[in-house]
T-cell receptor
Framework: GAGVSQSPRYKVTKRGQDVALRCDPI?????LYWYRQALGQGPEFLTY????????KSGLPNDRFSAERPEGSISTLTIQRTEQRDSAMYRCASSGLDSTGELFFGEGARLTLL | AQSVAQPEDQVNVAEGNPLTVKCTYSVSGNPYLFWYVQYPNRGLQFLLKYITGDNLVKGSYGFEAEFNKSQTSFHLKKPSALVSDSALYFC??????????????FGKGTTLSVSS
């Protein structure tokens, strides 16, 4: 697509439910990144992929968080047994093969826990 | 591990005056440095980057940034601020890479407010 697309854009859920956030990167982009951004803070790195391989998941806060990118394109970030503290903006970004290249961000997915 | 510091939570300038938003970094080896801007309820937009070469980098919307290796700084500048420049600005660093794709590490952001 023309840009990075995230869905849903807004998700309201009850504590304890599982949530899946989807990211469709720019066509042809090799690398895909997930970030979490609290209000008034900078984006916090969660994990990233090159093609379908998860290269670094050191930023995932605990084992309730997982991500996959099975075919090297669309990615899903899953949060199991959601908690109040998971409320945040979740941002996806992608970049090309050029290792010096900038990241292109989607509009983000706002997760709100009731 | 790489890190970025933005020492100012907010910068206030009058329209037409020059602006500077400060950023310092810590990284092993040569850094790749970036500035992004975030408008309310929008995603992050790339402004400019430093990879190598000239220490003064020019980017979008008339912004520029100066890389200073000895001071490990990468301050964002603009000669004449506009009210429409009011937004949240993020500095980011990425360490040297052995393969395609390494995550950017972002600072906490600086809110720029330009008054008319």
């Amino acid at each position: 697509g023309a840009g990075v697309s995230q869905s849903p854009r807004y998700k309201v859920t009850k504590r304890g439910q599982d949530v899946a956030l989807r990211c469709d990167p720019i066509s042809g982009h090799v690398s895909l990144y997930w970030y979490r951004q609290a209000l008034g803070q900078g984006p916090e790195f969660l994990t990233y992929f090159n093609y379908e391989a998860q290269q670094d998941k050191s930023g995932l806060p605990n084992d309730r968080f997982s991500a996959e990118r099975p075919e090297g394109s669309i990615s899903t970030l899953t949060i199991q047994r959601t908690e109040q503290r998971d409320s945040a903006m979740y941002r996806c970004a992608s970049s090309g093969l050029d290792s010096t290249g900038e990241l292109f961000f989607g509009e983000g997915a706002r997760l709100t826990l009731l | 591990a790489q890190s970025v510091a933005q020492p100012e939570d907010q910068v206030n300038v009058a329209e037409g005056n020059p602006l500077t938003v400060k950023c310092t970094y810590s990284v092993s080896g040569n850094p790749y440095l970036f500035w992004y801007v975030q408008y309310p309820n929008r995603g992050l937009q790339f402004l400019l980057k430093y990879i190598t070469g000239d220490n003064l980098v020019k980017g979008s919307y008339g912004f520029e940034a100066e890389f200073n290796k000895s001071q490990t700084s990468f301050h964002l500048k603009k000669p004449s601020a506009l009210v429409s420049d009011s937004a949240l600005y993020f500095c980011a660093v990425r360490g040297p890479l052995g393969q395609a794709g390494t995550a950017l590490i972002f600072g906490k952001g600086t809110t720029l407010s330009v008054s008319s």
